[in-house]
């Protein structure tokens, strides 16, 4: 999963510091500070970060959010539901944190080609932190040899001080009044 | 199978009892007036660490003697080797004086999840058996009463997965168990997306008498209904979102519908629903929240800590709030949830992944379905969520055993469970 720094390519680094981007967009609202960028053909076709305390719903992540905004683009468009399995799977995410379960599991069904991450997410993460979604290979053997999710490629480390370093500022600043807060320095619960 | 019943899915896979996993032991005869003292002495120098389950003591019938005999665990054997070398110096020590006669004996390695795995490891060797200590209701059974109530609802959501007079999809019916109102429902949308239901008809059904007397219209309504299961029980289901989430980019025959999503499966729906409903009845969220957030302390790295905000006339700005916007009857300040906290979900089929962890996040307190899912299914079936100790909440799980009858369409009006089902909230 993890794959060494020195793959990066600086093209890498910049759609991750485009994800940043957005973490922090997040952060500035009150929100789990996590963003991501889709990337087709090289181009940037979908942004989205976090917005689960807005909208009061825990599974709105920024891989939901700009998943939402590819679909809805190519459906004004008119495509297919094949032509847009066919588009998912020349597409890439960059996303700050590891995705966790139920986003890598819809990673998965929509068979997007390849996620690059910033941190790993030690408690949720559902491309090798806790489940792997990303390779059926460690899935569990299900009866039947039914059709399982789509695999796709993995790489995290990319960028990752950044994106543990707005975490770190999202709980600083978190709630200035509450006495001692319960807050240790560690990943978001809500990504 | 005739009748409706629930079922407590462990968070652990159950274990069959004969395929437990056991550990080897040296082990002695003792005399019973030196078992106080030795055990005493045991504990301090070999302590059983991994097996405080186990027992150190059992008595044991000799067939031979025609007495019963007093064994006693002196340590953990080795691995490979001589068994004998491997005892530490210091047990040595203790036995010598008595001339104790050791001999190697199995254990097993793992508490018992279940009173039958533990009835089970005692013929091997007496362990102890701790039963769950949830505090979350029905794991250790369920009253008469809320039993209904739970085949009541499921019953609802299978109505609602059959109510679309094509083929059957999952259904997700949210519940407030607490009040038994019905927070929200929703049917799979990943072919088609219907327009929103009426959430005003879901607000107004909620309050009163909700297990009441709306039998006649909506058992007649349900048997009307073109889409009923089919009779042919080997039907695959092929449009549950949960049982083929990978299926979504076969072309369907039904080209008309022009909004589609791969991953509108019922229970996101439901919970996007019950989100807006949250929005809708308390629409100001800012000190409540910080109100919130105090008083989840356990959870307040997650619920957002809403910084910056001034706590000044904290108080005064919750009652004008309360007086302004809580005219809504029932719905106080003090009702305002987090999230779907205590709240249930019943779902015909088990919630594939991706929905099993969204009602993590949503902090869904039960769910209930009827099927399982073979394919995806993630709270018993592939994964099982339930049992993830890093995840930062935890729901209890339970199947619902529903009557054959039930997935026959003719027979669903007839085949209620014992009251009722449902009001109108529009199924
Ligand atoms: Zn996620
Ligand atoms: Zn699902």
Avoid at chain 1, 33 to 49: F, K, M, T, Y
Avoid at chain 1, 117 to 135: E, T, V, W
Avoid at chain 2, 70 to 83: K, P, R, V
Avoid at chain 2, 287 to 307: F, R, W
């Amino acid at each position: 999963m993890a794959s060494p720094k020195e793959d990066c390519s600086s093209i890498t680094l910049a759609f991750m510091d485009l994800a940043i981007q957005q973490a922090k967009l997040a952060l500035d609202s009150l929100e789990v500070p996590v963003g991501c960028v889709i990337v087709e053909d090289g181009e940037v076709i979908a942004s989205g970060r976090n917005r689960t305390n807005e909208t009061r719903n825990a599974t709105r992540h920024a891989e939901m959010e700009a998943i939402d905004t590819v679909l809805e683009k190519w459906q004004k468009k008119g495509l297919s539901k094949s032509e847009t399995a066919e588009n998912f799977s020349k597409c890439s995410l960059f996303v700050t944190c590891e995705p966790c379960i139920m986003c890598a599991s819809a990673l998965s069904i929509l068979g997007i080609k390849e996620v690059f991450y910033g941190c790993a997410n030690d408690k949720f993460g559902g491309c090798g932190s806790i489940l792997s979604f990303h390779s059926s290979n460690s899935n569990p053997v299900t009866s039947g040899g039914l059709p399982q999710g789509k695999d796709f490629k993995c790489s995290g480390g990319i960028m990752a001080s950044e994106a543990i370093s707005l975490f770190r500022s999202f709980y600083e600043q978190g709630n200035p009044n509450a006495p001692k807060p319960h807050r240790p320095l560690i990943l978001p619960e809500t990504q | 199978m005739d009748a409706w019943q629930i079922v407590y899915v462990p968070d652990k896979p159950p274990i069959p009892p004969d395929q437990q996993s056991t550990v080897d032991v040296i082990a002695t005869v003792i005399e019973p007036r030196l078992a106080n003292t030795l055990v005493r002495r045991l504990n301090q120098i070999v302590p059983l660490e991994n097996l405080r389950h186990v027992k150190r003591l059992r008595w044991r019938m000799a067939y031979l003697a025609g007495k019963t005999l007093l064994c006693l665990i002196l340590c953990l054997a080795s691995e490979h080797g001589d068994q004998f070398d491997s005892i530490p110096h210091e047990v040595q020590e203790l036995i010598s004086p008595h001339k104790l006669s050791t001999f190697v004996t199995k254990v097993c390695k793992y508490a018992a999840t279940s009173k039958e795995e533990w009835e089970e490891q005692c013929k091997l060797w007496p362990t102890s058996f701790h039963p769950p200590t949830y505090s979350i209701d029905g794991i250790t059974g369920f009253s008469e009463e809320d039993s209904r109530s739970v085949f009541s609802f499921m019953n609802s959501a299978i109505q609602l997965a059959k109510s679309g007079g094509g083929s059957v999809v999952n259904a997700a019916v949210i519940v407030d168990p607490s009040a038994k109102i019905v927070i929200a429902t929703a049917r799979d949308q990943i072919y088609s997306w219907h327009a929103p239901k009426d959430e005003a008809i879901l607000e107004t059904s909620c309050s009163e008498r909700p297990f009441a007397s709306h039998i006649d219209s909506n058992g007649v309504m349900s048997c009307e209904t073109p889409g009923g299961f089919p009779d042919d029980s080997k039907q695959l289901y092929d449009d549950v979102s949960c049982l083929y989430p990978w299926r979504w980019a076969e072309q369907k025959t039904d080209m008309s519908s022009c909004c589609w999503h791969p991953l509108r499966h019922a229970a996101i729906v439901a919970i996007e629903s019950s989100a807006s409903r949250d929005r809708r009845l308390y629409p100001s969220s800012g000190d409540i929240q910080d109100k919130l957030v105090d008083m989840n302390s356990a959870h307040s790295s997650s619920t957002g800590s809403p910084a910056k905000r001034q706590k000044t006339n904290l108080t005064d700005v919750k009652s004008d709030w309360k007086l302004e916007t809580c005219c809504e009857g029932s719905h106080s300040l003090a009702a305002r949830p987090y999230l779907c906290t205590g709240y249930d979900i019943f779902l015909v089929w088990e919630p594939c992944a991706m929905c099993a962890m969204a009602l993590v996040h949503q902090r869904i307190r039960r769910i209930f379905f009827a099927f399982p899912n073979p394919n995806a299914g993630a709270v018993g079936s592939v994964y099982r969520l339930q049992g993830e100790k890093s995840l930062n909440h935890h729901y209890a799980v339970f199947r619902v055993l529903v009557p054959a009858q039930v997935l026959d369409g003719a027979e669903t009006c007839h085949g209620q469970p014992t009251s009722t089902v449902v009001d109108n909230y529009g199924i």
